[in-house]
């Protein structure tokens, strides 16, 4: 099984931050990562895939990098509505599908 | 308009059964591969089972296996999660999500193993 290692568990930052969340993955996997957005009760939603392709709709402040096992999620200029739990997944493996602990981002 | 309704979840004791439901809409359901995936309560996402578009292609996470069997109905446009015999360890909101980029999501359906 391909293990989703995510840091941090959880910050705190303000509005206009910039926030970097990372991803490393037990082994290569090719780009092949997806990052959701949770807020409470409801169902994540799709933010990036390939690492680094913005799903249609989403805020041009979210991006993602990385290659190999390294990956991450930045938000340039933190929104209020950004507060909230983050989920990278990898899809290497697939349909088998894991994902990382999560990072939830509170207010400062 | 994309929606995926889920329904079935409940209570139910340590060793029963539940048959989960994931009715959609607004897209060619027969088109789509689908999976269910799942979070405890204040925990992270689990990935459960996959079914492939034509049904012929299907796999589970370890802890499911031989315990769990998913199922599609294109006639209906509706995924199923038929559950046996329960444990704790299987509480949780169970999602249904679409096809290759889990671009939607369902709202969820909580089950709840418990004596």
């Known amino acids: 099984d391909i293990q989703m290692t995510q840091s941090p568990s959880s910050l705190s930052a303000s509005v206009g931050d910039r926030v970097t969340i990372t991803c490393r993955a037990s082994?290569?996997?090719?780009?092949?990562l997806a990052w959701y957005q949770q807020k409470p009760g409801k169902a994540p939603k799709l933010l990036l895939y390939?690492?680094?392709r913005l799903e249609s709709g989403v805020p041009s402040r979210f991006s993602g990098s990385g290659f190999g096992t390294d990956y991450t999620l930045t938000i340039s200029s933190l929104q209020p509505e950004d507060f909230a739990t983050y989920f990278c997944?990898?899809?290497?493996?697939?349909?088998?599908?894991?994902f990382g602990q999560g990072t939830k981002v509170e207010i400062k | 308009e994309v929606q995926l309704v889920e329904s079935g979840g409940g209570l139910v004791q340590p060793g029963g059964s539940l048959r989960l439901s994931c009715a959609a809409s607004?897209?060619?359901?027969?088109?789509?591969?689908m999976n269910w995936v799942r979070q405890a309560p204040g925990k992270g996402l689990e990935w459960v089972s996959y079914?492939?578009?034509?049904?012929?292609?299907?796999d589970y996470v370890d802890s499911v296996k031989g315990r769990f069997t998913i199922s599609r109905d294109s006639a209906k446009n509706s995924l199923y999660l038929q559950m046996n015999s329960l444990r704790a360890e299987d509480t949780a909101v169970y999602y249904c999500?679409?096809?290759?980029?889990?671009?939607?999501w369902g709202q969820g359906t909580l089950v709840t193993v418990s004596s």
């Open positions: 082994q290569g996997i090719s780009n092949s």
């Open positions: 997944q990898q899809y290497y493996s697939t349909p088998q599908r894991t």
């Open positions: 079914i492939s578009s034509s049904g012929s292609i299907i």
């Open positions: 999500a679409r096809g290759s980029s889990w671009d939607y």
């Open positions: 390939a690492a680094s």
């Open positions: 607004g897209f060619t359901f027969s088109s789509y591969e």
